[in-house]
């Protein structure tokens, strides 16, 4: 497809069960982003992956908190025993390399019960 | 490390009325910044960068070195400039963005 592609869009689950969210970025985009967006805050930066560098996982907010992408495609962020606090919109984006434009995916959309 | 600050959560101006969306950042050297958008029910999207030095759909922002600001200004707000706006930064030689907090703006009739 043309843009950032994000699965679920939408995903309900109970406290303590495990969810993975799936971010197909842009063909070619060397740098990939996840961030996290509560309910009437700003966007939290989570993790990014650049080619096969070391991921930057400064952002992460707990160990329950991974994320795995396989050289430059499909990137993974998986939450371990969700707490209610994890609800929010996760976003990812691609970025080409020079462009300086991050193309976001619609995002994920979390609620923990 | 870098910070990112917009001091106004939220923005409210009549249609017809100037808008200026603050942002200010911390940086010694020379960042690249941004501002993003957010309409309701659309994805992020980039709106305008400092190196373009572009105008889009009525917006403008400079970079002040000086002052380590880079705000978002529309002369005449209009009722479609409603979203939430972020602001970014960028350092050389790193692909990471660091957003502000945004804003969110509406624009009253």
């Known amino acids: 497809g043309a843009g950032v592609s994000q699965s679920p869009s939408n995903k309900v689950t109970e406290k303590g069960k495990d969810v993975e969210l799936r971010c197909d970025p842009i063909?070619?985009?060397?740098?990939l982003y996840w961030y996290r967006q509560r309910l009437g805050q700003g966007l939290e930066f989570l993790i990014y992956f650049q080619g096969n560098s070391a991921p930057d996982k400064s952002g992460l907010p707990s160990d329950r908190f991974s994320a795995e992408r396989t050289g430059e495609s499909v990137s993974t962020l998986t939450i371990q025993r969700t707490q209610q606090e994890d609800s929010a919109v996760y976003l990812c984006a691609s970025y080409g390399r020079g462009t300086g434009e991050l193309f976001f995916g619609e995002g994920s959309r979390l609620t923990v019960l | 490390a870098q910070r990112v600050t917009q001091p106004e959560k939220l923005l409210s101006v009549f249609k017809g009325a100037p808008v200026e969306l603050k942002c200010n950042y911390s940086?010694?050297?020379?960042?690249?910044l941004f501002w993003y958008v957010q309409y309701s029910r659309q994805r992020l999207q980039l709106l305008l960068r400092?190196?373009s030095r572009e105008s889009i759909k009525g917006f403008t922002a400079d970079l002040n070195k000086g002052e380590t600001s880079f705000h978002l200004k529309k002369p005449f707000a209009q009722e479609e400039d409603s979203a939430m706006y972020y602001c970014a930064l960028k350092v050389p030689n790193d692909y990471k963005l660091s957003f502000g907090a945004g804003t969110t703006v509406t624009v009253r009739a």
């Open positions: 063909s070619g985009h060397t740098a």
């Open positions: 400092h190196i």
């Open positions: 940086y010694s050297g020379s960042p690249e």
